[in-house]
């Protein structure tokens, strides 16, 4: 069934869903389903539980399993990785045999064909192994968390703030506890608890 405006749309044939064009399905309760390409040519066994759709979407998988790749060419050089989330046109196309990844936008990837454990959220993000990148452009590459659009982090820390929005200023002297009076700008976060505002100051590194 497809939906359309105003209702549901029913398409019907005689035949399976493996009579389709570029669509393959085992027709198991653990089977894989393929949608764009037809079944991948090097599958080795038979991996459960992939759900591909889009053209060049897991193109390669050979026996990764439990992936779910969306999107024109999401996930498609991944052959041996397996429980990954790959959400996006060109989304992952850099991963091969790293697992538990999950990556959505356009172009969102690992900065390595190995990366585990991931998380890259927005248009162009990058991440390695452990790390979390969040925001359009944000790269998280040592461990740590990049978080807001152009956020770049390199170690195993946070890193907030955006390369085109920065972090707050202030130049309050007294309306601010814990600033001293006439103290140069500040950078912090302000988090509002109720009525009552409290801010986290942020030291540049020497």
Request: aromatic share 4%.
């Given at each position: ?5 105003g209702g ?12 389709l ?7 198991t309760?653990?089977?894989s389903?393929?949608?764009?390409n ?16 889009g053209e ?5 998988t050979?026996s ?11 996930g ?6 397996g ?6 046109a060109?989304a ?6 790293g ?20 998380i ?6 990058v991440v ?16 740590g968390?990049?978080?807001g659009r152009?956020?770049t982090?390199t ?12 972090l ?39």
């Amino acid at each position: 069934a497809v939906g359309a405006p105003g209702g549901i749309v029913s398409i019907n044939f005689s035949g399976g869903l493996n009579d389709l064009s570029n669509i393959s399905y085992a027709g198991t309760n653990d089977a894989s389903m393929y949608i764009g390409n037809g079944e991948p040519t090097g599958l080795i066994g038979t991996p459960t539980k992939n759900t591909v759709l889009g053209e060049g979407a897991g193109v390669e998988t050979t026996s990764g399993a439990s992936n779910t790749f969306i999107g024109t060419n999401a996930g498609i050089q991944v052959t041996t990785g397996g429980t990954n989330c790959i959400l996006g046109a060109d989304a992952g196309d850099t991963l091969e045999i790293g697992a538990g990844n999950v990556i959505v936008g356009t172009s969102a990837d690992s900065n390595a064909n190995n990366v585990n454990a991931s998380i890259a959220v927005g248009k162009n993000t990058v991440v390695s192994t452990g790390s979390v990148a969040i925001g359009e452009s944000a790269s998280a590459t040592g461990g740590g968390i990049a978080l807001g659009r152009g956020a770049t982090n390199t170690v195993a820390n946070l890193a907030l703030g955006s390369a085109t929005y920065p972090l707050l200023n202030t130049t309050d002297s007294g309306n601010v506890n814990g600033l001293g009076t006439n103290q140069s700008p500040a950078k912090f976060i302000e988090v509002q608890i109720g009525a009552t505002k409290y801010y986290m100051a942020l030291y540049e590194q020497a």
